[in-house]
């Protein structure tokens, strides 16, 4: 059998449970479980709206810190996708899909909130745009 062939055949979920990860990466998309699979898209879908969200605030000028997705973060875990900073204002944006907070986003968003920030749960780059222009007026 061809590495190609073998690449692009799904294996059952009950083997690939069996199998580690290194030997479940031989058959590419084909070797990820269902939940990896599911995570990979969201990670991907979520990953578009981020890099449209922070070309937007380039366009805009405004200012931000951005946690990337391709990497492992250097911020604090839990810590909001987007702190953007505009006209002396902060607000802070996580991008969500299909996910739910974590116990640790939960936390930081709720410290944050007690504090007197603005932190926005967003479902879609629309919806991030949206409100940015209505926090930033721009």
Known sequence: ???VTRERRALP???LRWMSKEERMRYGKGG???????????????????????????LKGIARIHS???RRPTIEEGWPDFTCF?????????FKKTTKLSGKQEAIIGLL???GFTV????TLLEAIRLTKMEFNV
């Open 120 to 123: 926005h749960v967003v479902y």
């Open 32 to 58: 990820l479980t269902a939940e990896e699979a599911v995570l990979k898209a969201e990670r991907r879908s979520e990953g578009d709206d981020h890099d449209g969200f922070l070309n937007y605030c380039k």
């Open 86 to 94: 505009y006209g002396g204002k902060t607000v802070f944006f996580e």
């Open 13 to 15: 979920e009950n083997l």
């Open 1 to 3: 059998m061809s590495r």
């Open 113 to 115: 909130r007690e504090l």
């Open 68 to 70: 990337r997705m391709d």
